[in-house]
């Protein structure tokens, strides 16, 4: 079975400070790997995205991923937060495999705070 | 191109009423799938359809909600005679017709439904 593991609700870091949102992910087959954030009240919005090649995905907003298939991790990160960036995020997973090839399996959200 | 469009946005709904709500996909978009969101949890896959097709539809209850995807008109995702655990957010996502598995997922803004 799929799934996603995002082990901290809640990550807290100075403004100009580099953060990291971990997301740990199982998945039978080969993994789509995918960040969305979330602002309150609204829809998700899509960050980046693994599928194959470089394991350094950029995204939008200055964020980037990398994705490591040995320790089954895809950790969000970006060198130098931003007020702004204040937000709910989460990792989410595809398989290419199985009768479940339409749907993503999210994590349960992590809660990024920057402090000015 | 307009995004994702869902409405309402909001709806208040007493135990045993119906819930109706309904979601455009984007332009030239003709996969779409349906989330729920629990306070404090993550997006939860309900069902997944293409035109006239359901494809997956796993992740939803047996009872009391059904899912469309109609020719002509919006996805409608219908709760009959709603319960105070119904009570959430629901977003619809869409993606583009050639879908593959790398495709990200758009989504709209969510229908937040209360049940008095």
């Known amino acids: 079975a799929q799934s996603v593991a995002q082990p901290e609700d809640q990550v807290n870091v100075a403004e100009g400070n580099p953060l990291t949102v971990k997301c740990t992910y199982s998945v039978s087959g080969n993994p789509y790997l995918f960040w969305y954030v979330q602002y309150p009240n609204r829809g998700l919005q899509f960050l980046l995205k693994?599928?194959?090649?470089?394991?350094l995905v950029k995204g939008s907003y200055g964020f980037e991923a990398e994705f490591n298939k040995s320790q089954t991790s895809f950790h969000l990160k970006k060198p130098s937060a931003l007020v702004s960036d204040s937000a709910l995020y989460f990792c989410?997973?595809?398989?290419?495999?199985?009768?479940?090839?339409?749907?993503?399996?999210f994590g349960r959200g992590t809660q990024l705070t920057v402090w000015p | 191109n307009a995004g994702v469009m869902q409405n309402p946005r909001h709806l208040v709904r007493r135990r045993g009423q119906e819930a109706r709500l309904r979601c455009s996909p984007m332009k030239g978009h003709s996969h779409v799938y349906w989330y729920r969101q629990l306070p404090e949890e993550g997006l939860k896959f309900m069902v997944y359809?293409?035109?006239?097709?359901?494809?997956?539809e796993s992740g939803m209850p047996k009872e009391r909600f059904s899912a469309e995807f109609p020719k002509e008109g919006p996805s409608i995702l219908r709760i009959q005679q709603v319960v105070r655990g119904d009570s959430a957010a629901y977003f619809c996502?869409?993606?583009?017709?050639?879908?593959?598995?790398?495709?990200?997922?758009?989504f709209g803004p969510g229908t937040r439904l209360t049940v008095l």
């Open positions: 996502a869409s993606s583009p017709s050639a879908s593959g598995f790398y495709n990200e997922q758009f």
């Open positions: 359809l293409q035109k006239e097709n359901i494809i997956d």
């Open positions: 693994y599928i194959t090649g470089d394991n």
């Open positions: 989410a997973v595809r398989s290419d495999r199985g009768s479940t090839l339409g749907r993503l399996y």
